[in-house]
């Protein structure tokens, strides 16, 4: 079956403007994971989503990232005002639901660029 | 504060040998214990969990073990080939996340 997809690929932005990425998870997978990865770094936690529940949002760098979920389905992951410092390749996660031992399944990223 | 740390440096392994990568951790009692792969320009891929009470996971030419005294991981790879050239990251259960080490590139020479 289809796994987990994002787009876009690849986003160039100018500093100041406001991006917003999309995640498909695998369907029937109840938790939804963001994370952010630094070029030879490791992946940085941002937010997850599971079933109904409040999203844990603990990860988010600032008040200028935000991330939504709809339907239980499809995640996007806002951030206004860009920055510098906001470049990374951004990954998506989904598992069928949030406990250590299940698998999370990666979408192949969207590599943000902020001039 | 939770730590974890994988050799930061590339390593190096003649295609035929064993590859051995190294997962330790700090202030920390995982559960659980995760491998995964990751090519460049894709995301993760999971290999191998491994549970506290175990010592040791197999997986065709993968081998994991778990040393909760010595708060270590060892990720082994037999017979290695040019194809297992990656980067391999480990992830340790807290609670609900998974928290994850910066990952060990490995090179396999022919």
């Known amino acids: 079956g289809a796994g987990v997809s994002q787009s876009p690929s690849n986003k160039v932005t100018e500093k100041g403007k406001d991006v917003e990425l999309r995640c498909d998870p695998i369907?029937?997978?109840?938790?939804l994971y963001w994370y952010r990865q630094s070029l030879g770094q490791g992946l940085e936690f941002l937010i997850y989503f599971q079933g109904n529940s409040a999203p844990d949002k603990s990860g988010l760098p600032s008040d200028r990232f935000s991330a939504e979920r709809t339907g239980g389905s499809v995640s996007t992951l806002t951030i206004q005002r860009t920055q510098q410092e906001d470049s990374a390749v951004y990954l998506c996660a989904s598992s069928l639901n949030i406990a250590g031992t299940d698998t999370q399944y990666f979408g192949p990223g969207t590599r943000l660029t902020v001039l | 504060s939770q730590k974890i740390e994988q050799n930061s440096e590339a390593l190096n392994i003649q295609e035929g040998k064993t590859a051995t990568l190294t997962c330790n951790y700090t202030?920390?009692?995982?559960?659980?214990l995760q491998w995964y792969r990751q090519d460049p320009g894709r995301g993760p891929v999971f290999l191998l969990l491994i549970r506290e009470n175990e010592k040791e996971k197999r997986k065709e030419r993968l081998k994991v073990t778990f040393d909760t005294t010595l708060k270590q991981s060892l990720f082994h790879i037999t017979a290695s080939q040019p194809a297992d050239s990656a980067t391999y990251l480990c992830a340790l259960d807290s609670n609900y996340q998974l928290i994850w080490g910066a990952g060990t590139k490995l090179i396999i020479k022919p």
């Open positions: 369907s029937g997978h109840t938790a």
């Open positions: 202030n920390y009692s995982p559960a659980y």
